[in-house]
Protein backbone atom coordinates (compact mmCIF):
# COMPACT_ATOMS: atom_id res chain seq x y z
CA UNK A 1 0.00 0.00 0.00
CA UNK A 2 1.20 3.82 -0.17
CA UNK A 3 3.79 4.76 2.47
CA UNK A 4 6.21 7.30 3.06
CA UNK A 5 8.96 6.99 5.00
CA UNK A 6 10.34 9.68 7.28
CA UNK A 7 14.05 10.04 8.31
CA UNK A 8 15.83 10.96 10.87
CA UNK A 9 13.04 10.67 13.95
CA UNK A 10 15.38 13.02 15.94
CA UNK A 11 18.01 16.27 14.88
CA UNK A 12 19.52 17.74 17.55
CA UNK A 13 21.51 20.99 15.74
CA UNK A 14 23.09 24.28 17.28
CA UNK A 15 21.60 27.44 16.86
CA UNK A 16 22.13 28.95 13.18
CA UNK A 17 23.35 25.47 11.85
CA UNK A 18 21.02 23.71 8.75
CA UNK A 19 18.64 20.74 9.55
CA UNK A 20 17.53 18.60 6.48
CA UNK A 21 14.83 15.94 6.82
CA UNK A 22 14.28 13.51 4.29
CA UNK A 23 10.80 11.51 3.01
CA UNK A 24 10.75 8.53 0.42
CA UNK A 25 6.76 7.54 -1.20
CA UNK A 26 6.04 4.71 -2.65
CA UNK A 27 2.91 5.64 -4.64
CA UNK A 28 4.12 7.00 -7.98
CA UNK A 29 0.42 8.54 -8.70
CA UNK A 30 1.65 10.71 -5.46
CA UNK A 31 1.38 14.58 -6.90
CA UNK A 32 1.31 17.31 -3.75
CA UNK A 33 4.06 17.06 -1.33
CA UNK A 34 3.23 19.38 2.07
CA UNK A 35 5.12 20.10 5.04
CA UNK A 36 3.82 20.36 8.31
CA UNK A 37 5.25 21.70 11.72
CA UNK A 38 3.64 20.89 14.93
CA UNK A 39 4.26 22.51 18.46
CA UNK A 40 3.97 20.85 21.60
CA UNK A 41 -0.22 20.31 21.93
CA UNK A 42 -0.86 22.08 18.93
CA UNK A 43 -2.44 21.30 15.41
CA UNK A 44 -0.11 20.43 12.48
CA UNK A 45 0.33 23.32 10.43
CA UNK A 46 1.87 23.86 7.15
CA UNK A 47 4.84 25.37 6.42
CA UNK A 48 5.39 24.54 3.03
CA UNK A 49 4.68 22.34 0.24
CA UNK A 50 5.78 21.60 -3.48
CA UNK A 51 4.08 20.06 -6.81
CA UNK A 52 4.94 17.43 -8.90
CA UNK A 53 5.76 19.67 -11.44
CA UNK A 54 8.18 21.77 -9.57
CA UNK A 55 11.86 20.90 -8.36
CA UNK A 56 12.26 23.16 -5.42
CA UNK A 57 10.66 25.95 -3.86
CA UNK A 58 11.78 28.11 -1.30
CA UNK A 59 10.15 30.29 1.46
CA UNK A 60 12.55 32.82 3.38
CA UNK A 61 14.91 30.21 5.88
CA UNK A 62 12.84 26.85 4.39
CA UNK A 63 13.29 24.98 1.47
CA UNK A 64 11.81 22.22 -0.09
CA UNK A 65 13.02 19.83 -2.87
CA UNK A 66 11.45 17.10 -4.87
CA UNK A 67 13.04 14.31 -6.86
CA UNK A 68 9.99 12.45 -8.90
CA UNK A 69 12.23 9.96 -10.32
CA UNK A 70 14.11 8.91 -7.28
CA UNK A 71 10.40 9.18 -4.92
CA UNK A 72 12.34 11.44 -2.06
CA UNK A 73 11.56 15.10 -1.00
CA UNK A 74 13.57 16.81 1.69
CA UNK A 75 12.81 20.10 3.75
CA UNK A 76 15.78 22.56 4.23
CA UNK A 77 15.76 24.86 7.03
CA UNK A 78 18.68 27.22 7.29
CA UNK A 79 20.00 29.29 10.16
CA UNK A 80 17.78 27.30 12.61
CA UNK A 81 16.27 29.43 15.78
CA UNK A 82 15.29 28.44 19.14
CA UNK A 83 11.61 28.91 17.73
CA UNK A 84 12.00 25.90 14.94
CA UNK A 85 11.58 23.62 17.82
CA UNK A 86 9.32 21.32 17.09
CA UNK A 87 7.76 17.90 15.16
CA UNK A 88 7.88 18.32 11.67
CA UNK A 89 6.06 15.87 9.61
CA UNK A 90 6.19 15.45 5.46
CA UNK A 91 3.05 14.06 3.42
CA UNK A 92 2.41 12.56 0.21
CA UNK A 93 -0.68 12.70 -2.15
CA UNK A 94 -3.50 14.40 -3.83
CA UNK A 95 -4.45 12.96 -7.04
CA UNK A 96 -8.43 12.67 -7.46
CA UNK A 97 -9.05 12.25 -3.63
CA UNK A 98 -6.60 14.81 -2.09
CA UNK A 99 -5.84 11.84 0.32
CA UNK A 100 -2.74 12.82 2.36
CA UNK A 101 -0.37 9.34 3.45
CA UNK A 102 1.49 11.38 6.80
CA UNK A 103 5.65 10.42 7.63
CA UNK A 104 6.21 9.11 10.98
CA UNK A 105 7.69 12.74 12.24
CA UNK A 106 10.83 13.89 12.83
CA UNK A 107 11.71 15.86 16.23
CA UNK A 108 13.71 18.87 15.51
CA UNK A 109 15.72 20.43 18.54
CA UNK A 110 17.33 23.75 18.22
CA UNK A 111 19.87 24.18 20.95
CA UNK A 112 20.68 27.93 21.82
CA UNK B 1 -14.58 31.89 10.18
CA UNK B 2 -14.01 29.61 12.39
CA UNK B 3 -11.85 26.82 10.21
CA UNK B 4 -12.41 23.61 11.48
CA UNK B 5 -13.75 23.11 15.10
CA UNK B 6 -13.49 19.71 16.33
CA UNK B 7 -15.51 18.48 19.74
CA UNK B 8 -15.04 17.93 22.42
CA UNK B 9 -11.39 18.26 23.09
CA UNK B 10 -10.68 15.70 26.01
CA UNK B 11 -12.68 12.72 26.93
CA UNK B 12 -12.38 9.57 28.68
CA UNK B 13 -14.71 6.38 28.27
CA UNK B 14 -14.38 3.12 29.88
CA UNK B 15 -14.32 0.02 27.62
CA UNK B 16 -17.26 -0.94 25.54
CA UNK B 17 -19.03 2.77 25.39
CA UNK B 18 -19.68 4.39 22.45
CA UNK B 19 -19.37 7.53 21.36
CA UNK B 20 -19.04 10.45 18.45
CA UNK B 21 -16.40 12.72 17.92
CA UNK B 22 -17.41 16.21 16.15
CA UNK B 23 -15.85 18.03 13.30
CA UNK B 24 -16.93 20.95 11.65
CA UNK B 25 -15.51 23.29 9.02
CA UNK B 26 -17.04 27.14 7.52
CA UNK B 27 -14.88 26.78 4.48
CA UNK B 28 -17.31 24.98 2.24
CA UNK B 29 -14.66 22.61 1.64
CA UNK B 30 -15.85 19.32 -0.23
CA UNK B 31 -12.65 17.26 1.75
CA UNK B 32 -12.42 16.03 4.90
CA UNK B 33 -10.59 13.47 6.67
CA UNK B 34 -9.70 12.09 10.25
CA UNK B 35 -6.24 11.33 11.56
CA UNK B 36 -4.97 9.79 14.53
CA UNK B 37 -1.65 10.92 16.17
CA UNK B 38 0.19 7.68 18.35
CA UNK B 39 3.50 8.54 19.54
CA UNK B 40 6.31 7.77 16.99
CA UNK B 41 3.50 6.99 14.45
CA UNK B 42 2.65 9.82 13.30
CA UNK B 43 -0.85 11.18 11.78
CA UNK B 44 -2.30 8.14 10.55
CA UNK B 45 -5.51 8.51 7.93
CA UNK B 46 -8.63 6.70 9.58
CA UNK B 47 -11.14 7.60 6.74
CA UNK B 48 -11.99 10.33 4.43
CA UNK B 49 -14.91 12.15 2.33
CA UNK B 50 -14.33 13.76 -1.03
CA UNK B 51 -18.23 15.39 -0.78
CA UNK B 52 -21.71 14.77 1.28
CA UNK B 53 -22.48 11.30 0.98
CA UNK B 54 -19.25 9.74 -0.37
CA UNK B 55 -16.66 8.21 2.70
CA UNK B 56 -14.10 6.43 2.48
CA UNK B 57 -11.27 4.10 4.16
CA UNK B 58 -7.94 5.58 5.14
CA UNK B 59 -4.91 3.49 6.33
CA UNK B 60 -6.22 2.61 10.12
CA UNK B 61 -10.50 2.14 9.75
CA UNK B 62 -11.07 -1.00 12.13
CA UNK B 63 -13.12 0.36 14.96
CA UNK B 64 -14.62 3.27 13.53
CA UNK B 65 -17.55 4.59 11.18
CA UNK B 66 -18.26 7.94 9.89
CA UNK B 67 -20.77 9.85 7.81
CA UNK B 68 -21.27 12.81 5.68
CA UNK B 69 -24.60 14.34 5.53
CA UNK B 70 -23.58 17.74 4.61
CA UNK B 71 -20.63 19.50 3.70
CA UNK B 72 -20.03 21.11 6.90
CA UNK B 73 -20.50 18.01 9.37
CA UNK B 74 -17.83 14.96 9.41
CA UNK B 75 -18.26 13.11 12.39
CA UNK B 76 -16.65 10.07 13.81
CA UNK B 77 -18.27 7.16 15.69
CA UNK B 78 -16.53 4.55 17.94
CA UNK B 79 -18.93 2.40 18.26
CA UNK B 80 -17.23 -0.03 21.00
CA UNK B 81 -14.19 1.74 22.47
CA UNK B 82 -11.20 0.20 23.19
CA UNK B 83 -7.74 0.91 25.23
CA UNK B 84 -5.90 0.60 21.64
CA UNK B 85 -7.99 3.33 20.85
CA UNK B 86 -6.48 6.03 22.83
CA UNK B 87 -5.10 8.62 21.17
CA UNK B 88 -5.36 12.61 19.94
CA UNK B 89 -7.60 12.46 17.01
CA UNK B 90 -7.35 15.14 14.49
CA UNK B 91 -9.95 16.20 11.83
CA UNK B 92 -9.38 18.42 8.54
CA UNK B 93 -10.56 19.63 5.30
CA UNK B 94 -9.32 20.98 1.89
CA UNK B 95 -10.98 21.89 -1.25
CA UNK B 96 -11.71 19.44 -3.59
CA UNK B 97 -8.94 20.78 -6.25
CA UNK B 98 -6.04 18.26 -6.18
CA UNK B 99 -2.78 19.02 -3.82
CA UNK B 100 -4.62 21.83 -1.97
CA UNK B 101 -3.32 22.26 1.79
CA UNK B 102 -5.50 20.95 4.54
CA UNK B 103 -6.21 22.57 7.98
CA UNK B 104 -6.59 20.97 10.78
CA UNK B 105 -8.85 21.07 13.64
CA UNK B 106 -7.20 21.67 17.26
CA UNK B 107 -7.60 17.57 18.07
CA UNK B 108 -9.71 15.31 20.47
CA UNK B 109 -7.85 14.07 23.48
CA UNK B 110 -9.21 10.89 24.01
CA UNK B 111 -8.70 8.25 26.28
CA UNK B 112 -10.39 4.80 26.75
CA UNK B 113 -10.38 2.95 30.47
Known amino acids: GENVEQHPSTLSVQEGDSAVIKCTYS??????FPWYKQELGKRPQLIIDIRSNVGEKKDQRIAVTLNKTAKHFSLHITETQPEDSAVYFC???????????FGTGTLLAVQP | NAGVTQTPKFQVLKTGQSMTLQCAQDMNHEYMSWYRQDPGMGLRLIHY???????DQGEVPNGYNVSRSTTEDFPLRLLSAAPSQTSVYFC????????????FGDGTRLSIL
Open chain 1, 27 to 32: DSASNY
Open chain 2, 49 to 55: SVGAGIT
Open chain 2, 92 to 103: ASSSGTAGQPQH
Open chain 1, 91 to 101: AAGGGATNKLI
